[in-house]
């Protein structure tokens, strides 16, 4: 564990470091990327699951428009680019051990490529995982 | 993308596939292992990012008790069998690509180890990351 956020395991509230100092603790993985949370803020729904390389999380905290990396295309991905549908930052977090980001955003529309508002719509009930939630966008409309 | 994922994008609100499929098509990483967002069921505070194996998977779906693979002590790791706080499951989810797993928990007290209810009190305010949290039961009597 970086010795950063050992150190600040024990901090009191309101103690602070500097965001380059803390960027620079942050324990990527052997790509150099590290998971985000992202969760609608008011409502509180977790929205869905991504990654970040510094380079993301530098113009997401920049900008306040959430842009991720993403793996399949190998390039940032300034969510909404496509789809129309952004995300703008309303808060950012970091675990204790410095290996995890939760954002608080504001997502338009959905947040899922499916068109749903969240990606997490499969669930396990019993032995079977069943599709709970619609699309509230006709994907075929998101990307034209 | 696995077919079976791709498949239940298009599915209708109440489509299954058995749940041993389900998991036979997640897409563990190259440790095999798949990171797991724990979600109080009730609060909708997320709590945590821990990473589960195969093993602990399924564990957690025949128990009901929480149970992740810890990395850095390379073995199933019940969540509380040290602190006593416990994480039991309400629900368990899996996102639009099957990469991610997200469980809806009742956590007993703390779910960080430092003894705060959940791990990410470290927030982003201007240029400084503070810490906006105490512990709720210090740390030194979680674990004894």
Wanted: a negative charge.
């Amino acid at each position: 564990m970086s010795s950063l956020f050992k150190q600040r395991e024990s901090a009191a509230v309101g103690e602070g470091h500097a965001w380059l100092e803390v960027q620079a603790a942050l324990k990527m993985n052997t790509e150099g990327l590290i998971p985000a949370i992202a969760q609608q803020y008011d409502t509180k729904e977790v929205l869905m699951m991504a990654w970040m390389n510094s380079e993301s999380l530098s113009e997401t905290v920049a900008t306040g428009r959430v842009c991720y990396w993403s793996r399949s295309r190998s390039k940032l991905w300034r969510k909404g680019e496509s789809s129309g549908q952004e995300q703008h930052l309303k808060e950012m977090r970091f675990d204790c051990d410095g290996d995890t980001i939760l954002l608080f955003v504001d997502q338009t529309g959905p947040a899922c490529h499916t068109g749903r508002r969240d990606c997490f719509y499969n669930v396990l009930q019993g032995d079977e995982v069943v599709v709970d939630r619609e699309p509230i966008i006709d994907p075929k409309d998101l990307y034209k």
